[in-house]
């Protein structure tokens, strides 16, 4: 007589199923762009048939507006976290701005334009794209607010100051995806030279050393 063993299947936890699947589409999104993720290429990734893709996300779409959401989230903590940690609002400006370079950031940037690339034809990604940088925005805003509290800050528009701070870090962004001759360092200072002027600070107060 013949006997069989069934190997025992182990389903995984429906919020940690999910959270791999997002993580997998992130990835390919910070690597190769969001057009390449499809439900069959996830899928492909997880080892796993589509119909469990499609089970937690029944369109690409959705899938594609999450993974960008996670990948920009992700960044914004680790550049600007919700819990403020120890440190001066001068200091954690600072830091802010020393995060925002590098390869890492560069990766980061691509995606932001590819995101508001696709967005213009994807209105579910176009709205991701708005709470991130509404998210991004807020952020920003509530440092330089506790900046000013402090009196370490001096500005009577924060949230003007911010945009221009940000327009400035994406301008950054979008020219380190050009095919260009290294860039000099008044460039890759434009954004720590321009919060400095917007927050009435003295030249030098937000480089890395000070």
């Given at each position: 007589?013949?006997?069989?063993?069934?190997?025992?299947?182990?389903?995984?936890?429906?919020?940690?199923?999910?959270?791999?699947?997002?993580?997998?589409?992130?990835?390919?999104?910070?690597?190769?762009?969001?057009?390449?993720?499809?439900?069959?290429?996830?899928?492909?990734?997880?080892?796993?048939?589509?119909?469990?893709i499609s089970h937690y996300f029944p369109s690409a779409e959705d899938l594609v507006a999450e993974a960008f959401g996670s990948a920009a989230t992700a960044?914004?903590?680790?550049?600007?976290?919700?819990?403020?940690?120890?440190?001066?609002?001068?200091?954690?400006?600072?830091?802010?701005?020393?995060?925002?370079?590098?390869?890492?950031?560069?990766?980061?940037?691509?995606?932001?334009?590819?995101?508001?690339?696709?967005?213009?034809?994807?209105?579910?990604?176009?709205?991701?794209?708005?709470?991130?940088?509404?998210?991004?925005?807020?952020?920003?805003?509530?440092?330089?607010?506790?900046?000013?509290?402090?009196?370490?800050?001096?500005?009577?528009?924060?949230?003007?100051?911010?945009?221009?701070?940000?327009?400035?870090?994406?301008?950054?962004?979008?020219?380190?995806?050009?095919?260009?001759?290294e860039r000099p360092a008044a460039v890759l200072r434009m954004p720590v030279t321009t919060a400095e002027r917007e927050l009435g600070l003295p030249p030098?107060?937000?480089?890395?050393?000070?």
């Amino acid at each position: 007589m013949s006997s069989s063993v069934q190997r025992t299947r182990i389903r995984k936890d429906p919020a940690a199923r999910r959270a791999e699947i997002v993580g997998a589409a992130a990835a390919i999104a910070l690597t190769e762009g969001l057009e390449c993720i499809t439900l069959r290429r996830i899928a492909e990734e997880l080892a796993v048939r589509p119909g469990l893709i499609s089970h937690y996300f029944p369109s690409a779409e959705d899938l594609v507006a999450e993974a960008f959401g996670s990948a920009a989230t992700a960044e914004l903590d680790r550049l600007l976290p919700a819990e403020r940690p120890e440190g001066s609002p001068t200091g954690r400006l600072a830091r802010f701005l020393a995060r925002t370079t590098g390869e890492a950031y560069d990766a980061v940037s691509r995606l932001w334009i590819n995101a508001r690339h696709l967005s213009r034809y994807r209105p579910v990604l176009r709205t991701r794209v708005a709470e991130q940088e509404a998210a991004w925005r807020g952020r920003l805003e509530d440092l330089i607010r506790a900046g000013v509290a402090a009196g370490e800050f001096r500005t009577d528009d924060p949230l003007a100051a911010t945009i221009q701070i940000l327009v400035v870090l994406d301008g950054l962004g979008a020219h380190a995806n050009t095919v260009t001759p290294e860039r000099p360092a008044a460039v890759l200072r434009m954004p720590v030279t321009t919060a400095e002027r917007e927050l009435g600070l003295p030249p030098g107060a937000l480089d890395p050393a000070a």
